[in-house]
């Protein structure tokens, strides 16, 4: 089956610093990947879109400049949350999809702690 | 506002029992529908999707979709303690866009 892996599964930084994200399509090629976050004891929020070679599409209130996708390749996309805050410590998790009438893969997940 | 509605929970099901789960959508062009578990501070896991109005089973887990009355359902028969989980409903919708449900927690009870 289709296996997302995703890492770091979790990290702790200092505010102000940036930290990486990486997710990848470990057998399938991953046309568009999807970033999420996901606060305690909530649902899932839908972060930003990437589609392999374009710029990312990101939903309402996410800054663009504070989480940077790139997803260069149709095997891997970043996340890298610069300038970090305690706020947005929280979990992060890709997803990855093959095609329109297929399943969404899920990543493990990132718990982001900022100090 | 494309929406998925799902009863926040808890639903609370006897052991051996059947579990049920419903999601309504409001989108009436919706493609896919889909069932995710997720265990607390765990990633989503997909149980299945449907396409076509009608069952799916897979297990103990079928998945019923209603297109014309816009309801998609999870049954679980044979409900184990390992089946407790938050359940996640996802809807494709005309736009091929993924709108999630806020999940509904199911504690099954030895």
């Known amino acids: 089956g289709a296996v997302v892996s995703q890492h770091p599964s979790r990290v702790i930084c200092k505010s102000g610093t940036s930290v990486k994200i990486e997710c990848r399509s470990l057998?399938?090629?991953?046309?568009?990947m999807f970033w999420y976050r996901q606060f305690p004891k909530q649902s899932l929020m839908l972060m930003a879109t990437s589609n392999e070679g374009s710029k990312a599409t990101y939903e309402q209130g996410v800054e663009k400049d504070k989480f940077l996708i790139n997803h260069a390749s149709l095997t891997l996309s970043t996340l890298t949350v610069t300038s970090a805050h305690p706020e947005d410590s929280s979990f992060y998790i890709c997803s990855a999809s093959a095609g329109r009438r297929y399943g969404y893969t899920f990543g493990s997940g990132t718990r982001l702690t900022v100090v | 506002q494309k929406e998925v509605e799902q009863n926040s929970g808890p639903l609370s099901v006897p052991e051996g029992a059947i579990a049920s789960l419903n999601c309504t959508y409001s989108d009436r062009g919706s493609q896919s529908f889909f069932w995710y578990r997720q265990y607390s501070g765990k990633s989503p896991e997909l149980i299945m999707f449907i396409y076509s109005n009608g069952d799916k089973e897979d297990g103990r887990f079928t998945a019923q979709l209603n297109k014309a009355s816009q309801y998609v359902s999870l049954l679980i028969r044979d409900s184990q303690p390992s089946d407790s989980a938050t359940y996640l409903c996802?809807?494709?919708?005309?736009?091929?866009?993924?709108?999630w449900g806020a999940g509904t927690k199911l504690i099954i009870k030895p």
């Open positions: 996802a809807v494709l919708d005309s736009n091929y866009q993924l709108i």
């Open positions: 057998d399938f090629q991953a046309t568009t």
